[in-house]
């Protein structure tokens, strides 16, 4: 497995990490742990050094799994988790319908960090994201908190998900960020326009979560996909049939590159988001090791300055149907 380093942080990872949010969490029911204790253990016999959970993922269960898979591999692995909503069903939910309500108080960053390193297992958090950024706490004050911890030794590495650029300049301004998460694929390329710019000129890595688009662009499902009555894409206006057939035309183009490179339409998305920049690291999920095995092959394939002008030429001409998350969720990205 290649490497690859996030910005100018110095963190090196593998190539592509691995996410692990689905083994425990929105993917349908929690899958079986001793089943995912080996996946990720063949995981790390396969070179990959990068793993992402964060503690909402069960809640707290997808932590508790890889503190307690990945334990014979510390200082051989990266684990990067997120903080950001608090669990009290007591806590305000601030209208967010349900979903956990954001809350990245200085005081409660320090409490949810106590909580993660136990869970994981381990003494220091390789990289600490915030999972979303809260309007209602001052982002120069949630820097600070994790500055904080990073002097405390309790934290390694500071990263931001779903965060819009003037944001992220303003927390970088207090604590150097290494990493920014968001979801970007041929699907969603909404951080080309300004995020992206703004890691470059900083010096910051960007993890690509949802790359394969939650499962689509393996070419695997069609407009008469059913999903678990527990899995959270039931929930998702891209995948109602409508929009799934809408977007075939998508995996008609993935499929089409594959065919040429012997590849799958996987393996070109993924082989894409490679080629975008170095600094670029996805994460994939998958709970099933024929397809981490599949995944893992993307970073062998070589597409020419040639195939990337046709996949852009191509993509650009077709209207992805359906928003990504429904309202109340999409508010809280971009901010």
Not at 132 to 158: C, Q, S
Not at 249 to 254: H, K
Not at 313 to 324: D, H, Q
């Amino acid at each position: 497995m290649k490497k690859r380093i996030l910005g100018k942080s110095g963190l090196e990872v593998s190539a592509l990490g691995l996410g692990c949010m689905g083994m425990s969490f929105s993917y349908g029911p929690a899958k079986d742990k001793q089943e995912m204790i080996s996946l990720l253990h063949s995981a790390v016999e396969r070179g990959v050094t990068f793993f992402d959970t964060a503690e909402v993922y069960g809640p707290y269960i997808n932590e508790e799994l890889l503190g307690e898979a990945l334990l014979p591999f510390r200082g051989k692995v990266v684990i990067a988790t997120k903080f950001g909503f608090n669990l009290d069903p007591k806590f305000d939910p601030r209208g967010m319908g349900g979903a956990p309500a954001l809350d990245s108080r200085p005081e409660h960053i320090k409490q949810a960090v106590e909580g993660s390193l136990k869970r994981l297992k381990v003494d220091t958090i390789d990289l600490l994201y915030q999972h979303r950024v809260d309007t209602n706490v001052p982002i120069e004050d949630m820097a600070g908190a994790v500055k904080d911890l990073i002097k405390e030794g309790k934290v390694k590495h500071f990263g931001l998900s779903e965060a819009a650029a003037a944001t992220i300049r303003r927390a970088h301004a207090v604590q150097p960020v290494t990493a920014v998460q968001s979801e970007y694929s041929l699907w969603t390329r909404t951080p080309e326009k300004e995020v992206l710019p703004v890691l470059e000129e900083l010096g910051i890595g960007f993890v690509p979560y949802s790359p394969l688009g939650k499962g689509f662009l393996t070419g695997k499902m069609d407009e008469n996909t059913k999903f678990d009555k527990t899995d959270f894409r039931n929930t998702l206006p891209r995948f109602t049939p409508a929009a799934l057939k809408a977007n075939q035309a998508l995996i008609d183009l993935l499929a089409k590159i594959a065919q040429r490179k012997k590849a799958t339409p996987a393996q070109i998305a993924l082989a894409w988001l490679l080629a975008q920049k170095p600094w670029i690291v996805p994460i994939p999920g998958t709970t099933k090791l024929v397809r981490l095995e599949e995944n893992m092959v993307a970073c062998d394939i070589e597409l020419t300055a040639d195939d990337l002008r046709e996949i852009d030429s191509a993509s650009s001409k077709i209207k992805i149907e359906g928003a990504r998350y429904p309202e109340k969720l999409e508010k809280l990205t971009g901010r």
